[in-house]
Nanobody, 115 residues
Framework: QVQLVESGGGLVQPGGSLRLSCAAS????????MGWYRQAPGKERELIAR????????DYADSVKDRFIISRDNVKNTVYLQMNSLKPEDTAVYYC????????WGQGTQVTVSS
């Protein structure tokens, strides 16, 4: 059974940084591309970053490019999202999931960017 547990969210001022973590289990982690998604109030969930399994190639949505960095540890079965230069519009619940694997969403982690 696929399990995804996100952590690391919180309240941060504009311009600040946060590092999110997602611990995954129940599948062969290194075989799968992993993605970070977010859902802001009143908006649809969107994919903002993804990273391939073994080749570890990353790509990003334009809204977070050059500010966020996705990485993974295939030994710890964990994917990370380093978020820098945070803006109020980054406020959302953040989720991780392998885009190409049927899985239930985790509980997410709330990120609030506000002064």
């Amino acid at each position: 059974q696929v399990q995804l547990v996100e952590s690391g969210g919180g309240l941060v001022q504009p311009g600040g940084s946060l590092r999110l973590s997602c611990a995954a289990s129940g599948f062969t982690f290194s075989d799968y591309t992993m993605g970070w998604y977010r859902q802001a109030p009143g908006k649809e969930r969107e994919l903002i970053a993804r990273i391939t399994g073994t080749t570890v190639v990353a790509d990003y949505a334009d809204s977070v490019k050059d500010r966020f960095i996705i990485s993974r540890d295939n030994v710890k079965n964990t994917v990370y999202l380093q978020m820098n230069s945070l803006k109020p519009e980054d406020t959302a619940v953040y989720y991780c999931k392998p885009p190409f694997l049927i899985a239930t969403w985790g509980q997410g982690t709330q990120v609030t960017v506000s002064s």
